[in-house]
């Protein structure tokens, strides 16, 4: 932050040389500081919707738009922010607020519905993205569809809303996570065992879709792990959800074996399969 002050004081600076050297006048002074400061602002907020820290940006947007009630960027920012700080029901509220301004968009309508949604009011969102036009196609709307369909059980709609979110952006690894895992509730678990694979092609590091890969495998029975990058530590972890799995489904004697690989791959003790295997071997 003090960088970006002693930039603006060297450009205001250069500003006033200039000035004396080319004859501007007072206002053409102070309307280029005006530039410079709006630069540094929109800077300052960039700053604060991306890597600061959520409750700091909070703090920033709540002193900002309270001193400039009309400004709708500033008002989106604290929103945001309040998502970003886990805090839905505030968020919610933030984004009500920029709705009643004569420049709210469907986007924000969009933003509002993703709020109420974390807040689990899910008839209020359902709501809002109702009032959002056709011609909003958006990946955020469509996941949200997807996810309120999901919610409702509607399968088939929620199947198209997913495949057209998914068509909608260049990092769809989380939605085919969500669309794989809304399979796996089905009981389809072939389909969601696809799409687990897929969301790992996009993002080899997410262990939720490993994870997950596991659970629609061994739903089926197939409890060797997938051909997929992962660290020892994963392998113990994924090694521990198939033995799980395993002994959920009756398989007992293949639980036993995969709970004794998860703690001898495990890099350190791993006391939740140590506590699974002693739990088996007292109860036989």
């Keep these: 932050m003090r960088y970006a002050g002693l930039v603006s004081l060297c450009l205001i600076g250069s500003l006033g040389l200039a000035g004396c050297e080319r004859g501007m006048s007072d206002e053409d002074v102070d309307k280029a500081i005006k530039d410079v400061n709006v630069i540094d602002e929109t800077n300052l907020n960039e700053v604060m919707l991306t890597v600061a820290d959520p409750n700091e940006a909070v703090a920033y947007f709540q002193r900002t738009s309270a001193a400039n009630p009309e400004r709708i960027d500033l008002r989106r920012g604290l929103a945001i922010s309040l998502v970003r700080a886990k805090r839905p029901d505030a968020a919610a509220k933030a984004w009500d607020a920029v709705l009643a301004l004569p420049e709210a968009t469907a986007g ?10 974390r807040a689990n009011k899910w008839e209020a969102a359902e709501a809002q993205l109702n009032q959002v036009p056709p011609t909003h196609e958006t990946f955020k709307r469509y996941r949200l569809e997807a996810m309120i369909a ?4 509607q399968w ?4 198209s809303f997913y495949e057209i979110a998914v068509g909608l952006t260049t990092k ?14 089905r009981g389809k678990y072939k389909e969601a065992e696809k799409l687990f694979g897929e969301a790992l092609t996009y993002d080899a590091g997410m262990f939720t879709a490993k994870n997950n890969l596991v659970l629609a495998r061994a739903a089926q029975r197939k409890y060797d792990l997938p051909v997929v990058p992962m660290t020892q530590r994963e392998k113990a972890e994924l090694l521990y959800t198939a033995a799980l799995s395993a002994i959920k489904q009756g398989d007992v004697s293949t639980g036993k074996s995969l709970l004794t690989d998860a703690i001898e791959t495990h890099p350190q003790h791993f006391d939740a399969a140590v506590r699974s295997l002693e739990a088996l071997e007292n109860a036989a």
């Excluded at 924000?108 to 949604?117: E, G």
């Excluded at 999901?150 to 059980?153: G, N, Q, V």
């Excluded at 088939?156 to 199947?159: F, R, V, Y």
């Design 150 to 153: 999901d919610s409702k059980k």
């Design 172 to 185: 769809p690894s989380g939605t085919l996570n969500n669309w794989g895992y809304s399979k796996l509730t």
């Design 108 to 117: 924000d309508r969009v933003q509002y519905a993703d709020a109420l949604i």
């Design 156 to 159: 088939d709609k929620a199947d």
